[in-house]
């Protein structure tokens, strides 16, 4: 069997250009290249409009993403060639539609678990969930002196196209294989998700999509099929967000109130992307048992994937 080169290298390396490349790049951004070059630094931002804070920080998380991606690329070493093959194992134009449907189903499935979770808190703990609230970022924004191009670029760039290749060969490539390795298929599963999750602000969509992807990178033996799910998951949030931006809410902060209203979207959501999910996992990942199994033994020895 050849060797998987996600296998070779360890999880701290990778988790490691992970968070020295995304909180790394923050720190050199605000604390050394803002106050050499605006001498006031950071406290200049306390007074500038939103928009500077926005493009400066979706700017910084678009170099900080490319970082990553840079780092991850270079960690297998001369194993890099055969990186190549699960890069170019691409799926059929079916396969792919598929792929992208799951990730639109997946922003449903999430929308309503975001208000199993946060709907019964923002009765219980009404201050947490306005926090909460009032934190959630904005992925684009322009006003009436400004559209803010870069920012609202560098924002869709990161969320379309380099989170899903990033998150997906950090999470579904190195972790998951490396710990199936150290730890087997369930728990490496498991453990990839749950770090995945404590990365996002909705935690259990996160989490219940890290599995699905997780799932469908051992049964499809390819990293492609995951980051294809997570793309179109990722553009219906950002089209949704952009709608909503534009014609219904524009910029005005969330209240409770408005938030209770909306819980409506999450059982719309759960009614329409829960069954497209469902068939989906009745008919590939059932049972799951002997899925794991194969992942755990390298599949039938041809592929790449551990």
């Known amino acids: 069997m050849k060797h998987n080169p996600l296998d070779q290298v360890p999880s701290r390396l990778a988790l490691a250009a992970f968070f020295f490349a995304n909180y ?3 720190l050199l951004v605000y604390f050394y290249l803002l106050p050499a070059f605006v001498p006031a ?7 500038s409009p939103p928009g500077a804070h926005f493009i400066l920080d979706n700017l910084t998380g678009l170099a900080g993403y490319l970082l990553t991606g840079l780092l991850l690329w270079l960690l297998p070493g001369q194993q890099r060639d055969e990186l190549a093959a699960l890069a170019l194992n691409l799926p059929t134009r079916t396969e792919a539609v598929t792929c992208l449907k799951l990730g639109f189903a997946m922003v449903g499935v999430s929308m309503a678990l975001l208000y199993l979770v946060y709907y019964p808190l923002s009765f219980v703990a009404s201050d947490y969930v306005q926090q909460w609230l009032a934190g959630t970022p904005l992925l684009m924004y322009w006003d009436e002196n400004s559209l803010y191009l870069p920012g609202n670029l560098a924002g869709i760039v990161l969320m379309v196209l380099l989170a899903p290749v990033v998150e997906e060969y950090l999470f579904r490539g ?18 990839s998700s749950m770090l995945f999750a404590l990365l996002h602000q909705d935690i259990l969509g996160a989490l219940v999509f890290g599995l699905l992807a997780s799932l469908l990178a051992m049964q499809t033996r390819s990293l492609i099929a995951p980051i294809l799910m997570h793309l179109g998951n990722n553009l219906l949030v950002v089209l949704l967000q952009w709608v909503d931006l534009a014609f219904i809410s524009g910029f005005e902060p969330e209240t409770l109130e408005s938030f209770r ?3 409506w979207i999450g059982v719309l959501g759960l009614a329409l992307g829960a069954p497209i999910l469902r068939a989906y996992a009745l008919t590939h990942f059932r ?9 755990q033994r390298g599949g039938d020895g041809s592929d790449y994937l551990a």
């Not at 630094?41 to 007074?47: E, F, T």
């Not at 190195?174 to 453990?191: E, H, K, S, V």
């Open 24 to 26: 790394g790049m923050g």
């Open 261 to 263: 209203d909306s819980v």
């Open 174 to 191: 190195y972790l998951l294989n490396r710990w199936t390795l150290r730890f087997g298929a369930m728990p490496a599963m498991l453990g």
């Open 287 to 295: 049972p799951v048992g002997p899925l794991l199994l194969k992942h």
């Open 41 to 47: 630094g950071a406290a200049s931002l306390q007074d």
